[in-house]
T-cell receptor, first 114, second 114 residues
Framework: EAQVTQNPRYLITVTGKKLTVTCSQN?????MSWYRQDPGLGLRQIYY???????DKGDVPEGYKVSRKEKRNFPLILESPSPNQTSLYFC?????????????FGPGTRLTVT | AQSVTQPDIHITVSEGASLELRCNYS??????LFWYVQSPGQGLQLLLK??????LVQGIKGFEAEFKRSQSSFNLRKPSVHWSDAAEYFC????????????FGSGTRLSIRP
């Protein structure tokens, strides 16, 4: 089954404790992205990757890091989480090329930073 | 700058009634437009998309949307809603040259009155 998986689904942590949210897709997609969803703001892109070892900042990259060492994986790293990073996070992937652009979303990771 | 506006934060309709969710975009070139649905506790699922051609596009679950260039709009419609349509709906636009750069509206929450 084609899918995007994220782990963990729920995470409660404390300020300053480094964490990683994993994302994996089995569709051999070139593009992958991370979004955060906050009430009234919709989804905002944090980082995206166009292929292995190619990443770039989205609209709200501050406080986040990513890496793309393998095509299927795109982990999101919070080196020193703060309470304003409490949010619902989604990973998504999409195929490159024409008539693509449809994003396939993971189930989300709800992060609470206290 | 590109933007997507969903002017209605929350809409309530009666089961069996018709539905129209509004979406306006700001983008200089021909946009790629999408509607996604997010059921409670779930990730986002693509309802329909417009790339070119016929301005009335059909999607899943009985939804359709009409692209009106003159009004910069891409409104979502359904002739008769079902209780299972209660969800949050997001309009989105993708820049033609960058499949990884997608802009989401802030969302419209749909409630269904029995």
């Amino acid at each position: 089954e084609a899918q995007v998986t994220q782990n963990p689904r729920y995470l409660i942590t404390v300020t300053g404790k480094k964490l990683t949210v994993t994302c994996s897709q089995n569709m051999n997609h070139e593009y992958m992205s991370w979004y955060r969803q906050d009430p009234g703001l919709g989804l905002r892109q944090i980082y995206y990757s166009m292929n292995v070892e190619v990443t770039d900042k989205g609209d709200v990259p501050e406080g986040y890091k990513v890496s793309r060492k393998e095509k299927r994986n795109f982990p999101l790293i919070l080196e020193s989480p703060s309470p304003n990073q409490t949010s619902l996070y989604f990973c998504a992937s999409t195929r490159a090329g024409t008539s693509a652009y449809e994003q396939y979303f993971g189930p989300g990771t709800r992060l609470t930073v206290t | 700058a590109q933007s997507v506006t969903q002017p209605d934060i929350h809409i309530t309709v009666s089961e069996g009634a018709s539905l129209e969710l509004r979406c306006n975009y700001s983008y200089g070139a021909t946009p790629y437009l999408f509607w996604y649905v997010q059921s409670p506790g779930q990730g986002l699922q693509l309802l329909l998309k417009y790339f070119s051609g016929d301005t009335l596009v059909q999607g899943i679950k009985g939804f359709e949307a009409e692209f009106k260039r003159s009004q910069s709009s891409f409104n979502l419609r359904k002739p008769s809603v079902h209780w299972s349509d209660a969800a949050e709906y997001f309009c989105a636009v993708v820049q033609y040259s960058s499949a990884s750069k997608i802009i989401f509206g802030s969302g419209t929450r749909l409630s269904i009155r029995p």
